[in-house]
Every structure is written in structure tokens, then in C-alpha cells.
């Protein structure tokens, strides 16, 4: 069974910084691009950033660019989102997504909410 | 960047009655390659979304055939046609043409 299991989140001052993390199980994660996709509280679905499947490629929305770092372990099945410079409206549910273009969506983990007050 | 806008439904929708959600991109969404990348999510309440529809017209596996998708370019639209309690939720159409990756703001599905 595919499974994302994403952790990391807390609560932060603004100016914070978290690292956020996703196990992937079930599938050969080092074949897939990967996501986060992000929703704040009774707010609709957010893309944060994608990387391919070697982390070559990385691509970031601009409300996180130059703040927000994703990168991947292949060799643990493992993505992440680094978190730095955080603003009470990065608040939100972190969703780690599998795949993109034909695919996107496919596959979502529960998610890690990440506050951020003062 | 592309802008997807969605319609509401004329809240809330007869159960075992069809409803249709509309979602406009605001540039075409074809692909170089000639695929559309248009997808299809439902977010049941307390849970992530998940994925229904995908290249505008696929179901994915599991998803029950009252779910429907069509379109071309840059008009998208699920249908359902029999509504059950289960398909209370909020649908939203997504673009993965190119990046950034975009979202619908979202189609509240209430039943009574």
C-alpha cells in the first residue's frame, strides 16, 4: 500500500524555522517528483513546491521562494520541506503529494499542521 | 501564472439528483507534449484530498463510475450523476500543466 507519513509540524514565532518530513512507503519513492501542497485553516488547497524524482529539479511558489528549501533522501524515502523566515500566514496543513503532471494528486498523506504565532 | 476559478452549486443538491462543477482555467491547459494535465480532487470533511479524475476524463482506481469528467482547453467539468451521502465534501479542479502548479478555489458539495 502507498503511504506518506508527514511530521514535523509545531508551533513557531514568526521568524521561526521547522523541518518538515515525509516517509514514503509502498512504491519506489526514488522514481517519483514529489510535492507539498499546503491549506490553511478553512482555506482552500495551496501548491508549495515540487522536486523531481533526483532532486535535480526544484520549483517553488512565489509566497515561499527564497525561504522554503524541499529536498529529498532517496536512499531513506524521505522528503522534506525546510522552513525559514516563517509568517503567521504560512499557518497550514502540510500536505506531502506524490508525482506530478499526469499524476499529481495521486496520492496524499495526512498531514502535519504547522502555527505560526506569537 | 493560471488562474483556475471555480462555480458553486446551488447549494444544497437533492440527494440521487446530478450536479455538474465547472472549472475555467485562465490559458489553455495542453501540454507541449498534447496532454491535458487537468485533475479532479475531492476533500471529504476532516480528511486529504484525494485524487478522482485525472488528463480531465480519467477515473482513478476505486472511484465509483457516478463520477464523470469532461472538457478541452480551458472549460473542465466533474459530474456526478447520482449524488450519494458520501459525496458531501469540497471538489477542486487542478492545473499541473505548468508551474506553479494551480487550484480551484474549491466546490462545496452539500446534500439534502
Known amino acids: 500500500e502507498v503511504q506518506l507519513l508527514e511530521s514535523g509540524g509545531d508551533l513557531v514565532q514568526p521568524g521561526g524555522s521547522l523541518r518538515l518530513s515525509c516517509v514514503a512507503s509502498g512504491f519506489t519513492f526514488s522514481s517519483y517528483a514529489m510535492n507539498w501542497v499546503r491549506q490553511a485553516p478553512g482555506k482552500g488547497l495551496e501548491w508549495v513546491s515540487s522536486i523531481s524524482s533526483s532532486g535535480g529539479d526544484t520549483y517553488y511558489a512565489d509566497s515561499v521562494k527564497g525561504r522554503f528549501t524541499i529536498s529529498r533522501d532517496n536512499s531513506k524515502n524521505t522528503l522534506f520541506l525546510q522552513l525559514n523566515s516563517l509568517r503567521v500566514e504560512d499557518t497550514a496543513v502540510y500536505y506531502c503529494v506524490k508525482d506530478w503532471s499526469i499524476w499529481f494528486g495521486v496520492t496524499w498523506g495526512q498531514g502535519t499542521l504547522v502555527t505560526v504565532s506569537s | 501564472d493560471i488562474v483556475m476559478t471555480q462555480t458553486p452549486l446551488p447549494s444544497p443538491v437533492t440527494l440521487g439528483q446530478p450536479a455538474s462543477i465547472s472549472c475555467r482555467s485562465s490559458e489553455s491547459l495542453v501540454h507541449s507534449g498534447g496532454d491535458t494535465y487537468l485533475n479532479w480532487l475531492q476533500q471529504r470533511p476532516g480528511q486529504p484530498p484525494r485524487l478522482l479524475i485525472y488528463k480531465i476524463s480519467n477515473r482513478f482506481s476505486g472511484v465509483p463510475d457516478r463520477f464523470s469528467g469532461s472538457g478541452a482547453g480551458t472549460d473542465f467539468t466533474l459530474k456526478i450523476s447520482r449524488v450519494e451521502p458520501e459525496d458531501v465534501g469540497i471538489y477542486y479542479c487542478?492545473?499541473?500543466?505548468?508551474?506553479?502548479?494551480?487550484f480551484g478555489g474549491g466546490t462545496k458539495l452539500e446534500i439534502k
Open positions: 487542478a492545473q499541473a500543466t505548468q508551474f506553479p502548479l494551480t
